[in-house]
């Protein structure tokens, strides 16, 4: 069948009218209830309502790259291109957006989700070879599976499985035809993947991967039968392996802007898409895969579902019992199928193994762990297939398989000429459809009054805004309280990011809270390390913290720093949001009373449950910020880093060594700007060659000469790289030689640990950094890196679970057991390594030097830096209830002073350039006597 003939087909066109028809009864009132509501309830569909909306914003607005954001997370500028974005569907909504909301958008994308699954994988099992009410059966059964109808309730990037039968359809055509077109448009439709979903985007390209594999193997056999232009064997795998280029240039080919994108956001931040402390918390039950859509019809209205908070996203995998045993019929009427029959084994071995990787690293049964463990424990630690993060959408690839095999299963069934199968026929459909049916569908009211939005009412002020300033006056920067920063696995403040960002749609302002699915952990630390944020989020909240001892005539400076450098306009606080409170009486007159006394208001306004401060920012043209003698620098500097003097820039010494250094200032493009710093590298790796790139917001503005001594330099910033409001200064070290470890005339390694647990924030935190890498894996339990004793180099690094695993416990204590002699361990803990922690672990962290037991300290932090032989107690060892940090002690880069300025002629305060030995010399006084010898074990020159 020709592509054209494909859809023009009255068939298909038919079949696509039957499932839009299903699509608009089965999942009312959506349709009837456009703009109002959007399906979902309440939880994540607010994201993808915010994405649409912002690539409008920032295509027909602002004019700038949608795959970078300032309008979230303020002042700190976010990366859109790991976050859960759907660029594809901004782009096909941008002419529909400029006369409807992006609310009906949303819920038009959410039918058109349903209507094309049910079509392609119509068309896909017509192509098999199963008839055309069977074929419907088929797409039926994969459209309103209870796996898929979960993620109806705010995944709509999830929700879109269109693609991948969609994509089969044409590869299955490319194979029978041989023709490079349509192994062409699959490809383009593996790239509109990608567009919606990465996580979908790496199910396809897996089952691609298998794909090929049973290809491969089956010719090599002379077994399959994939009709090409040749019926040679070598013909045969040769025609195939072209089709897979052809798909795959094609893909890269539309992906490359994105792919692009995402080095550079890789260059910039490091690599954290697959990193997460909580992934295990969402581990997948084997009696997952019989719970059914707790909103269906069928089990509301029988009272089944009696606790609605165990039914989570996450936890219903299940195809629908219907479909089930309609694919288990459909294995024994495959022979009737003959040659065809061959890809029908393929979605079988695809079933199973996505089974076995949706069970996730261990096999759980009724919530008891069996201690089995799994291949989802490897496939995770795999660059980029990591990505998939939750085990349990795999469950997917399951549903769609065993969606094919019950379309062959109803076919079986219901052929032939006996009563019993004319009976049998319309009774599994009425089955199917009873079973699946959500009607109504749960809907969220969309009602900008209930929304904390800041304004009253947000429309109106904003034309009053534009009409009083001119159409282009720039956006207002809000504060909302109670503060919320969320990345969807990690939390600062309060769970309410999403409906933050659901209000910015209407009010079209910046705010300093929001939600993405992804950042990098320092974006987080630096909301997390500021002392006037981290006042306001033990004041907004009931829980008994340790508060942080701040001064208050040093408190009121941090506050109007805070609200200098971030230019806010407005802080708004509010009790209630969506028929909830957010805050208690309580809360609510201590944050008003906070922001009183510490913030500078010209103006205060009392709405009900809404308090205003009103604020008038403005930059200052002849100020200077010298950040090494700067009180307040924790406001500004937002990547720690171990420098020369720690307690100039951080009261809690929090060590990073890393690439790079990065700090904010307000700007105007109508100023001059200065930079004088003093810098220099690497002391203790003599023989380094390179340079230090210099950008402001992400632009390059200069290049510094590597030196291993201390050096002062200006430079003078462009206008054109000054932006009104906040700019990031970043400085980051270009190194093109680094001697060998075993050529250096010491031992080149220092080494700065950081651990804390989810009480600290909300969040689990942990670093391992050793010179020009961090080796932590930035996931729950102790994060371990084993170093040569002797070279300096990292020989290997782990994490183990030991907060929910005992085995894995008894795995790092057998590694430390059989180390060898002398080779050192620098570990820490992070979220929590206490709860399966156990007495053979303990004697083997103090086979390293360790004396500290985690037993009942839950969440603690905790590091150590310890060698294989030394004794119990001589170890660098540290233990808190929020948060460690520990070094070894040696100098590593550093910027010493940095000061922004406006006029050439400033001179900051003065610094003898001194050289690398005096520095050493320094360095080695602040340490005491009593860590000498373990300091000199662990490489330090003295």
Excluded at 201 to 217: E, K, N, P, R
């Amino acid at each position: 069948m020709g592509m054209i003939n494909f859809f023009r087909s009255h068939e298909s066109l038919t079949a696509f009218c039957i499932f839009a028809v299903l699509t608009l009864m089965l999942t009312y009132p959506v349709v009837s209830e456009m703009g109002a509501a959007i399906p979902g309830d309440g939880g994540d569909a607010a994201i993808f309502v915010w994405d649409l909306w912002w690539m409008k914003h920032s295509i027909l607005e602002l004019h700038q790259n949608p795959f970078q954001t300032g309008y979230i997370f303020n002042p700190i500028d976010i990366s859109l291109v790991f976050h859960a974005f759907i660029p594809l569907y901004g782009l096909i909504m941008l002419p529909i957006q400029t006369i409807f909301s992006p609310f009906v958008c949303y819920s038009i994308i959410f039918l058109l989700t349903f209507m094309c699954t049910g079509w392609a994988t119509y068309r896909l099992a017509r192509i098999l070879g199963i008839g055309f009410v069977a074929a419907l059966v088929a797409g039926f059964a994969l459209t309103f599976c209870p796996v898929r109808l979960v993620r109806g309730l705010g995944h709509l990037s999830l929700l879109s499985t269109q693609w991948i039968p969609l994509f089969y359809v044409f590869m299955l055509l490319s194979f029978q035809s041989a023709r490079k077109r349509d192994s062409a448009i699959a490809g383009m439709i593996l790239a509109a993947s990608f567009y919606t979903d990465y996580q979908l985007t790496v199910l396809l390209l897996i089952s691609i991967l298998l794909m090929f594999c049973y290809q491969v193997g089956m010719i090599w056999l002379g077994r399959g039968h994939f009709p090409t232009e040749t019926d040679k064997p070598g013909g045969r795998l040769s025609s195939v392996m072209y089709m897979y280029v052809i798909m795959g240039l094609v893909f890269l080919v539309a992906t490359g802007p994105v792919l692009y994108l995402a080095g550079q956001e890789v260059h910039w931040e490091g690599y954290y898409i697959a990193e997460s402390s909580v992934v295990e918390s969402f581990k997948t039950d084997l009696l997952y895969y019989l719970n059914p859509f707790h909103a269906s019809w069928l089990f509301r209205v029988s009272g089944f579902v009696r606790d609605p908070d165990f039914w989570g996203t996450e936890k219903v995998l299940s195809p629908g019992f219907v479909a089930f045993f309609l694919a288990g019929i459909g294995l024994f009427f495959m022979g009737g199928l003959g040659k065809k029959r061959t890809w029908f084994y393929f979605w079988i071995i695809l079933i199973i193994i996505s089974f076995i990787l949706s069970l996730g690293s261990h096999l759980i049964v009724a919530g008891e762990d069996t201690g089995l463990v799994l291949p989802y424990t490897w496939f995770r630690q795999v660059p980029v297939l990591g990505g998939v993060r939750v085990p349990g959408k795999f469950a997917q690839l399951v549903a769609f398989g065993l969606s094919l095999l019950a379309g062959l299963g109803y076919q079986g069934l219901s052929s032939g000429r006996s009563h019993l199968k004319r009976i049998l026929g319309p009774l599994g459909i009425m089955l199917l459809m009873i079973e699946l049916a959500p009607v109504p569908f749960p809907m969220q009211v969309i009602d900008p009054q209930n929304l904390n939005t800041g304004p009253v009412d947000c429309s109106i002020e904003r034309q009053n805004r534009q009409f009083r300033d001119g159409p282009e006056s720039p956006p207002k920067r809000i504060m909302q309280l109670p503060f919320g920063v969320d990345t969807g696995f990690r939390l600062i403040g309060e769970d309410i990011a999403r409906q933050h960002i659901l209000a910015q749609v209407f009010h079209q302002d910046v705010i300093m809270s929001g939600h993405v699915s992804r950042c990098p952990d320092d974006v987080l630390e630096f909301f997390n390390a500021n002392p006037f944020l981290t006042r306001i989020q033990e004041l907004q909240s009931s829980s008994q913290t340790r508060a942080m001892l701040v001064p208050t005539a040093r408190m009121q400076a941090i506050a109007r720093e805070w609200l200098y450098l971030t230019q806010t306009d407005r802080i708004v606080i509010d009790r209630f949001a969506g028929g909830m409170e957010l805050l208690s009486g309580i809360e609510y007159q201590r944050l008003i009373n906070f922001i009183q006394k510490h913030c500078l208001a010209t103006d205060r306004q009392d709405h009900g449950p809404k308090t205003f401060f009103s604020f008038e920012p403005k930059v200052e043209r002849n100020r200077s910020f010298d950040f090494v003698h700067h009180p307040e620098n924790d406001v500004y500097i937002y990547n720690r880093f171990l420098v020369d003097q720690p307690d100039k820039f951080c009261d809690r010494d929090f060590i990073k060594t890393w690439y790079y250094f990065r700090m904010l200032f307000p700007g105007d493009p109508s100023m001059t700007r200065y930079i004088t710093l003093d810098y220099r590298g690497y002391p203790e790796i003599p023989g380094v060659e390179g340079h230090i790139d210099v950008f402001l917001n992400r632009e390059q503005i200069g290049e510094l000469p590597y030196s291993e001594y201390w050096r002062q330099t200006r430079l003078e910033v462009p206008s054109s790289a000054v932006r009104r409001g906040v700019n990031a200064l970043q400085l980051t070290y270009s190194l093109s030689s680094v001697p060998a470890a075993e050529h250096t005339s010491t031992v080149p390694f220092s080494i700065g640990l950081v651990s804390a647990g989810m009480n600290y924030g909300g969040c689990g935190v942990s670093r391992i950094n050793v010179p020009l890498r961090d080796y932590s894996h930035h996931t729950r339990g102790f994060n371990v890196a084993y170093i040569d004793g002797s070279k300096g180099t990292v020989l290997r690094h782990e994490v183990y679970d030991t907060c929910e695993f005992e085995a894995e416990s008894e795995r790092f204590a057998r590694d430390l057991d059989e180390l060898e002699q002398g080779t050192i361990v620098a570990a820490v803990v992070h979220d929590d390594g206490s709860n399966k922690y156990n007495d053979h672990l303990e004697r083997s962290l103090a086979s390293i030097g360790g004396q500290y037991s985690l037993r009942r300290k839950f969440r603690y932090a905790y590091a150590i830096i310890g060698r294989k032989g030394w004794a119990p107690g001589t170890a660098l060892e540290k233990m808190d209830e929020l948060l460690v940090s520990l070094t070894n002690g040696n100098g590593v880069i550093g910027i010493r002073s940095v000061c922004v300025h406006q006029s050439p002629d400033y001179q900051p305060s003065p610094r003898s350039v001194r050289s690398a030995g005096l520095d050493q010399m320094k360095s080695q006084k602040s340490i005491s006597r009593s860590d000498t010898n373990r300091d000199r074990s662990l490489g330090t020159t003295r």
